[in-house]
C-alpha cells in the first residue's frame, strides 16, 4: 500500500480480521438463554479508558467494548472499521480519515469526526495519557465536516494508520476531564465496539452484551461476555475443566497442564506475544553512570528468566521484539551477553567495591518472582538490590520516579510507535523520559518518512531499534507468547494479532 497516495479502504472485510475467529456453527444458549462466553482472568484491568492504560494487554479486554478507526491483519494489511478510508498530503505530513457514516457509540451519541477531534485532543493534553508519547508528531487535529478529520504532522509521518489501528485509536465517547473522564475509566467505559458495558464491579467481574449498532454486527454472533476477574492462575484451568469457565486468559506455567486437561490451546509467538524486560532510569544514580548500565547488561542471564517463568515456552531476546518481527535485528542477540565476569569488572574500573552500590527493584503487580531472578543476578557482580512491592506501581512507575522496575508489553499498532514508547521522549515505557538519544532520533525521523511498501522500510525500522536499544535504557529479558485456554466448544481460533483479541465470527457451538 504506497500511503504517499491517495488510500481509501475498500477491501473486502473477512470475517476472520482482527482476531479471535471460530468456525460458523449454531450458538448454545447458556441458562439465560443467550450464547455467552464466561471469560476468566487473573486481574482484571485498573483502567478501562484506552487513553488512561499503559497497558497494551489490557487492549485485549478492552477491544470487546471500545472500536478503532482501522484494523490490522496478521501480514500487516489495514481495513475498514469506524474509518472506511484515509488520505495523505502529497509532502506525507498530514492526513484525512473519512468515518463511515451512520455510526453511534453505545449511548447514541454520533461517532463523527467532532467525536474524533476530542479523543485525541484529550489523549495529548489529558494529566496521566498513556498516548501523549505516542502523539507527539500530531500537532494539530480538526474536523473537516461530519464525517472526516484532519491530522497536521509535525514531520512525514507514514505510521498514523497503524497508530490508528488499535489501542491508540480505540475511540471512546467525547468526555470531559474530571469527573466525566474518571467515570469513563473506572465505571461507565462507553465505546462504539461490538459488545456495551451492563454491569462493571471494579476488580470483581464485567459484563458485556451485544451491541447492535456495532458497524459489523452482522458478523458478531456471542451475544454476552462475562469476565471474571481476581482468579488464581492455578485455578484457571480446574476452572475451565469444570465448565465454571468457557475461556481462560493462563500463564505460559499452565500450557501443559491445559494441554493435557484435553483443553484448547491458543499459543502463538509469531503474532500475540510479550516481552518482558528491565527498565532503567537513566536520570538517576546509580543507572546515570553509563558504567553501571554496561555492567546491568552483562549481568543478566536470561535463560533463567525463561526457565522459571514460562516453563521453557519463552525465547530469550535481547530486544523488545521476538524472534522473526520485522523489527528483530539478529546483530543485537550477539550484543551484550550475559558474562558476569565483564560485568564485575566493568564496575571496578569505574571504581565501585562490592556492595558499594545498593538499589530498590520494584516489581510490576505479579512480577516478584522475576524481581527476584534479577536481584540474585545483581547480587553476583556486586550490586545489593533489594524488592519493594508497590500497591501503587503504576504511579511510580509511569510517573518515572523509580530507578530501576521490571516490566512487559505485548507490541504495539505500529512499528514506530513501539519503538518510541520505549526510547522517545514521552515514551510510556520509557523509565527515563524525557531522555531520548539523538541517533535514535535520526533514524526514528528516517523511518517515519518512509513509506510502508518502500523496499527499505524493514531495514530503516530495524536501524531505528537498534540505535533505541543502544542508547536506551530497556533492558530486554524474554519473549512468550499470550496464551489463553478454551472449551472444545468454542472453535479454534485461525487469527490473533500482538495486543488485541477480537470478536468477530465468533460463535459457541454445542457440546459434543
Known amino acids: 500500500m504506497d500511503l504517499d497516495r491517495r488510500t481509501v479502504l475498500k477491501l ?53 467494548v471500545y472500536e478503532s478507526f482501522l484494523l490490522r491483519g496478521a501480514d500487516g494489511s489495514l481495513s475498514p ?32 469526526a467532532a467525536a474524533a477531534v476530542a479523543f485525541i485532543q484529550r489523549a495529548q493534553s489529558q494529566e496521566g495519557s498513556a498516548l501523549a508519547g505516542s502523539y507527539r508528531n500530531i500537532v494539530g487535529v480538526e474536523a473537516l465536516d461530519e464525517q472526516r478529520f484532519r491530522l497536521a504532522l ?18 471512546t465517547k467525547p468526555v470531559a476531564a474530571g469527573d466525566e473522564a474518571a467515570q469513563l475509566n473506572a465505571t461507565l467505559p462507553v465505546g462504539a465496539g461490538p459488545f456495551q458495558v451492563v454491569e462493571l464491579v471494579p476488580e470483581d467481574r464485567i459484563v458485556l452484551e451485544r451491541f447492535d449498532g456495532y458497524w459489523n454486527a452482522a458478523e458478531i454472533h456471542v451475544d454476552r461476555i462475562e469476565i471474571s476477574g481476581g482468579n488464581e492462575d492455578a485455578m484457571l484451568v480446574s476452572g475451565l475443566r469444570t465448565s465454571v469457565f468457557d475461556f481462560a486468559s493462563i500463564s505460559n506455567l499452565r500450557i501443559d497442564e491445559a494441554e493435557q486437561a484435553g483443553l ?34 552483562y549481568a543478566i542471564d536470561r535463560d533463567a528468566f525463561v526457565q522459571n517463568l514460562t516453563a521453557g515456552h519463552g525465547v530469550a531476546v535481547h530486544q523488545p521484539f521476538p524472534p522473526g518481527h520485522i523489527t528483530f535485528v539478529d546483530e543485537l542477540e550477539q550484543e551484550f551477553t550475559y558474562d558476569a565476569d565483564r560485568a564485575r569488572d566493568l564496575l571496578a574500573d569505574a571504581g565501585y567495591a562490592d556492595g558499594d552500590i545498593q538499589i530498590t527493584i520494584y516489581p510490576f503487580t505479579g512480577g516478584e518472582v522475576a524481581a527476584e531472578i534479577l ?40 512499528h514506530v510507535q513501539a519503538l ?76 490473533t494479532i500482538e495486543g488485541r483479541l477480537g470478536w468477530t465470527g465468533v460463535e459457541v457451538t454445542p457440546e459434543g
Not at 154 to 171: C, E, K, M, T
Open 154 to 171: 509535525g514531520q512525514p509521518d507514514h505510521q498514523i494508520p497503524y497508530l490508528l489501528s488499535n489501542r491508540a485509536g480505540l475511540l
Open 12 to 64: 473486502p472485510l473477512m470475517a476472520a480480521f482482527g482476531g479471535l475467529v471460530l468456525s460458523a456453527c449454531a450458538p448454545t444458549p447458556s441458562s439465560n438463554g443467550l450464547a455467552t462466553v464466561r471469560w476468566g482472568v487473573t486481574a482484571l484491568n485498573g483502567n478501562w479508558d484506552p487513553i488512561v492504560t499503559g497497558a497494551t494487554g489490557a487492549t485485549i479486554t478492552m477491544t470487546p
Open 264 to 297: 484448547d490451546v491458543i499459543e502463538d509467538l509469531a503474532t500475540n506475544w510479550v516481552t518482558s524486560f528491565v527498565s532503567l532510569n537513566l536520570n538517576q544514580a546509580p543507572f546515570d553512570d553509563p558504567a553501571v548500565v554496561e555492567a546491568v547488561r
Open 375 to 414: 536481584q540474585a543476578q545483581l547480587g553476583e557482580i556486586g550490586i545489593a538490590a533489594t524488592i519493594q512491592v508497590d500497591a501503587n506501581w503504576g504511579a511510580g512507575y509511569f510517573g518515572k520516579t523509580y530507578a530501576i522496575a521490571t516490566y512487559g508489553y505485548v507490541g504495539r499498532d505500529s
Open 420 to 495: 518510541t514508547e520505549h526510547f522517545d521522549t514521552g515514551g510510556v515505557l520509557n523509565l527515563s523520559s524525557p531522555y531520548t538519544s539523538q541517533p535514535f532520533q535520526d533514524a526514528l525521523a528516517i523511518v517515519r518518512a518512509t513509506p510502508l511498501d518502500d523496499p527499505a522500510y524493514g531495514e530503516r525500522l530495524r536501524a531505528a531499534a537498534a540505535a533505541g536499544y543502544r542508547n536506551g535504557s530497556t533492558i530486554a529479558l524474554y519473549s512468550s507468547p499470550n496464551t489463553w485456554a478454551k472449551q472444545p466448544t468454542i472453535s479454534d481460533s485461525t487469527e
Open 81 to 112: 472499521a469506524l474509518a472506511e478510508g484515509y488520505a495523505y498530503e502529497p509532502a506525507g505530513d498530514a492526513v484525512t480519515f473519512t468515518l463511515k457514516p451512520g455510526l453511534t457509540f453505545h449511548d447514541g451519541s454520533a461517532v463523527d
